[in-house]
């Protein structure tokens, strides 16, 4: 399939979307060169040693809901090619007064521990755990493809209703359940209520009844460094320091996928879109922020509630009405007093990222986009709420502000690290509107950014689903390639 040029396949950018986009048109047997503008791969999805010589820290995601649900991990064999070790809690909650809410892995001991509230998040949840194979297929995909879950379909699309709206307390009768559910909300950097955070967040607690929210032992750059390993195996190519700033520089290439923000496509085209479409990629809005603090640890942090400190992921925000409180405050591009705060202690699951005895946090806050405020003492505060001498612990730390978070990764625009707002228009519209997002009007050109359906998370579906549909429409491949591991 060698073009007289020698390349049949070139991915710009080396995220996990453009590594599963490399992946799969290697195993389709095609000559796959992959430029990265960073001296390092991985974008977002990447480990170092940010704070302290043997504390390693996630640079992007440090929990990942949709490794063991994605259909293209799923197909890749993620699992067997990196240790991904699932909980036993999936996430906490810290409240007021010292209590706790605790999301098992468990679905059942999970309701035994919201007391009457119990039953309640059983039928919210319950069958959407039990179909979960068919809302991952219906959320990792473009919605605008006849439905083939339509029953399952409707269930989600009620619950989403529901607690997408006013009316999202009526089934609650305590603070616990609905501060926990909320927690998941929150992951998406938007208002609440609305339908958009509530159907992400659904999926998300969905998942962590189902297969879990897995830590990836070794950190985030193991995931990257699975994808990178296939891709070389089937002949790949990865060309580091490559900062590629217009379509014309690239070698001759019969498919060319762009894991970029749909603006930056439009400057790489230089003029060659059309009118229209141009219009509409620049019409893409992109979302608030997130300002990343990482820190090395002395010790465990002393939550007050002694369980949280078995949590890997935990959702520091207060009730349901402080965590809409704050989220509000940053839709209205204002910086809330008491913030969300989304933190992860991979350390109490992976000896790897620190010394002996000592303790790595992750965590990030949500800020209006581009803010360069940094949040250390924020974050520090609000954790600290719930777990006093957390401050007594700290040994360094190493803070990004939402500006900063762009000037490591383009696609963080503002540092939106969702590529793209999450509003329901551009869940429809991501980020045009049409079954094939990714296909863009030049000739053999694709998007494959988590600007493009089914949105951001380190799941590789955008990447795989634009690499099919190069795939089907440049060389006539209907049918995926096998992605398993080699034997």
């Given at each position: 399939m060698t073009t007289e040029q020698g390349l049949?396949?070139?991915?710009?950018?080396?995220?996990?979307?453009?590594?599963?986009?490399?992946?799969?048109?290697?195993?389709?047997?095609?000559?796959?060169?992959?430029?990265e503008r960073n001296p390092a791969i991985g974008g977002g999805a990447a480990t170092?040693?940010?704070?302290?010589?043997?504390?390693?820290?996630?640079?992007?995601?440090?929990?990942?809901?949709?490794?063991?649900?994605?259909?293209?991990?799923?197909?890749?064999?993620?699992?067997?090619?990196?240790?991904?070790?699932?909980?036993?809690?999936?996430?906490?909650?810290?409240?007021?007064?010292?209590?706790?809410?605790?999301?098992?892995?468990?679905?059942?001991?999970?309701?035994?521990?919201?007391?009457?509230?119990?039953?309640?998040?059983?039928?919210?949840?319950?069958?959407?755990v039990d179909n979960i194979q068919a809302i991952a297929e219906v959320t990792g995909d473009t919605l605008l493809r006849v439905p083939r879950h339509p029953l399952t379909l409707a269930r989600f699309g009620l619950r989403t209703l529901e607690q997408g709206s006013p009316a999202w307390n009526w089934r609650f009768t305590g603070?616990?359940?609905?501060a926990l559910l909320t927690g998941t909300f929150a992951h998406s950097i938007g208002r609440l209520p609305s339908?958009?955070?509530?159907?992400?967040?659904?999926?998300?607690?969905?998942?962590?009844?189902?297969?879990?929210?897995?830590?990836?032992?070794?950190?985030?750059?193991?995931?990257v460094r699975a994808l990178a390993d296939d891709l070389l195996a089937h002949g790949g190519e990865i060309v580091t320091d490559a900062d590629i700033t217009s379509l014309k520089e690239l070698p001759s290439a019969r498919i060319v996928l762009l894991d970029v923000t749909p603006r930056a496509l439009v400057d790489l085209a230089d003029g060659a879109l059309p009118d229209r479409y141009a219009a509409s990629l620049k019409s893409f809005h992109y979302g608030n922020a997130v300002a990343k603090v990482d820190f090395a640890l002395s010790e465990p942090v002393p939550f007050t509630a002694t369980e949280l400190r078995r949590?890997?992921?935990?959702?520091?925000?207060?009730?349901?009405?402080?965590?809409?409180?704050?989220?509000?405050?940053?839709?209205?591009?204002?910086?809330?007093?008491?913030?969300?705060?989304?933190?992860?202690?991979?350390?109490?699951?992976?000896?790897t990222r620190a010394p002996a005895g000592k303790h790595t946090l992750w965590a990030y806050t949500h800020v209006p986009a581009g803010s360069t405020?940094?949040?250390?003492?924020?974050?520090?505060?609000?954790?600290?709420?719930?777990?006093?001498?957390?401050?007594?612990t700290i040994l360094a730390s190493y803070s990004q502000t939402a500006?900063?978070?762009?000037n490591h990764n383009p696609n963080h625009v503002g540092g939106d690290i969702a590529a793209g707002a999450i509003s329901m228009a551009q869940l429809v519209r991501r980020p045009v509107f049409s079954n094939d997002?990714?296909?863009?009007?030049?000739?053999?050109?694709?998007?494959?950014?988590?600007?493009?359906?089914?949105?951001?998370?380190?799941?590789?579906?955008?990447?795989?689903?634009?690499?099919l549909s190069a795939l089907r429409h440049e060389y006539n491949i209907v049918e995926p390639p096998d992605l398993s591991p080699l034997q």
């Open positions: 049949d396949a070139i991915v710009v950018g080396s995220g996990p979307n453009g590594l599963a986009a490399a992946v799969t048109l290697a195993r389709a047997g095609l000559s796959v060169r992959v430029y170092a040693e940010l704070t302290l010589p043997g504390f390693r820290h996630d640079v992007g995601s440090a929990v990942h809901p949709l490794a063991l649900a994605s259909e293209f991990f799923q197909k890749f064999g993620l699992k067997d090619r990196i240790e991904l070790r699932v909980p036993e809690i999936s996430f906490g909650h810290p409240l007021p007064g010292g209590g706790a809410g605790v999301a098992w892995h468990d679905i059942e001991r999970t309701a035994a521990g919201l007391d009457r509230d119990g039953p309640a998040w059983l039928r919210l949840l319950g069958p959407l603070e616990t359940a609905p339908p958009s955070t509530a159907g992400a967040g659904l999926t998300l607690a969905a998942h962590a009844h189902a297969r879990g929210w897995p830590i990836p032992i070794g950190g985030s750059g193991a995931i949590a890997p992921t935990l959702h520091v925000g207060g009730t349901r009405a402080d965590q809409a409180r704050a989220e509000n405050a940053v839709a209205r591009g204002r910086h809330a007093d008491s913030p969300y705060v989304l933190a992860a202690q991979p350390s109490i699951l992976d000896s405020r940094d949040q250390t003492e924020q974050i520090t505060r609000q954790i600290e709420r719930f777990a006093p001498g957390f401050r007594d500006a900063q978070m762009q997002p990714w296909r863009t009007p030049l000739d053999g050109v694709y998007l494959c950014s988590s600007s493009t359906a089914p949105g951001p998370g380190v799941h590789g579906m955008c990447g795989y689903r634009a690499a």
